[in-house]
């Protein structure tokens, strides 16, 4: 009988000093890890170079996957010529993936820190029924949350508070929770299942490709979070960073909008909510006098309407100068 072998899957973009420790924390897992799929998002930061020396890759070409022996795992690296967000990055490499022979995938990408059992505990919460488990990134650095609904039937409910129905790690009471949205930091997949779903909609850009991959996942499985399995975040963003406003607030924005538009399901979630999103947050906007933001609201909501997807605001846009 055929041992069960796992890739991880992992999309790096000039973060080199956590990508070379994470690859050797990789390595030391209790369940052994047999193959690693790096897609490099075109980093500027000397990723090729630095994974040579580590001796991770022994050669590497643009645009084509190369494989390296690294102490007995398969590791096949993919530079792209051009950084196609992270959304790009992820649906590339879950198309690589497809075309290797694994069990299980395990995606992520540069900025986390498995422990040494996390994906042990996951594959050990794999069943028929269960073939995505998500870890937990609950470790006194940062306090996770399981996402046990995504409210699809309401067109009042906008913010991602209103619309995700969040449970604390602290609060749960058992292991295990069946969960409705997940992030690309952590999950375990069956092979099987990834090639059911396909790849995640590069047209994302950034934002919203996780949650859209999740949903499509749910067509074919239950998805299960995994307390014991923890994952570390190696950047932890402040509250300010959460709730600015800025350049990536934009995708947000739009690519919720699309979601709704996708996979709302009565004609006021598809139509109005989006709508009815905008009025509300520009009227926040009069009375805090931040006017650039319903600039930022109606380019979301236009190029949501209109299809405009992709990388359509550059990374870094000052919004206030829209």
């Not at 030391?28 to 020396?53: M, R, S």
């Not at 307390?227 to 990536?248: C, E, F, G, R, T």
């Not at 739009?254 to 909510?273: E, I, P, S, W």
Request: hydrophobic content about 40%; glycine content about 6%; charged content about 25%.
């Amino acid at each position: 009988m055929r041992t069960e072998t796992t890739c991880v899957l992992l999309v790096t973009y000039n973060r080199s000093h956590l990508l070379l420790p994470l690859l050797d924390q990789l390595k030391k897992q209790t369940k052994p890890v047999n193959g690693i799929l790096i897609v490099d998002n075109a980093a500027t930061d000397g990723t090729p170079e630095k994974l040579k020396d580590h001796g991770v890759i022994q050669d590497w070409q643009e645009d084509r996957l190369v494989q390296s022996d690294w102490g007995g795992v398969n590791v096949y690296y993919f530079r792209s010529p051009v950084n196609t967000g992270g959304s790009g990055g992820f649906a590339k490499a879950f198309e690589l993936v497809q075309q290797l022979d694994y069990d299980l995938v395990w995606a992520m990408d540069d900025d986390v820190f498995p422990a040494d059992d996390c994906l042990e505990q996951l594959a050990g919460r794999l069943t028929p029924d269960v073939q995505v488990c998500v870890p937990s990134r609950d470790d006194g650095n940062w306090e996770d949350t399981a996402i046990t609904a995504y409210n699809l039937t309401n067109p009042f409910l906008f913010t991602l508070a209103q619309i995700k129905t969040l449970v604390w790690t602290r609060d749960l009471t058992t292991d295990t929770v069946e969960v409705a949205d997940m992030v690309f930091e952590g999950p375990l997949m069956t092979m099987d299942v990834l090639k059911k779903t396909g790849v995640p909609n590069k047209d994302y850009f950034i934002k919203y490709d996780d949650t859209d991959y999740a949903h499509r996942l749910r067509e074919h499985t239950r998805i299960l979070y995994v307390k014991n399995a923890i994952l570390h975040k190696k950047i932890i963003p402040s509250q300010d960073d959460m709730s600015a406003w800025n350049w990536s607030h934009y995708y947000l924005l739009r690519n919720q909008f699309v979601f709704d538009r996708t996979y709302g399901k009565n004609l006021a979630v598809k139509y109005f909510r989006p709508v009815w999103s905008v009025l509300v947050r520009s009227a926040v906007a009069v009375i805090r006098k931040r006017p650039y933001r319903i600039k930022l609201l109606v380019m979301a909501y236009k190029d949501a309407l209109l299809g405009h997807m992709g990388k359509t605001l550059a990374p870094g846009t000052d919004i206030t100068k829209l």
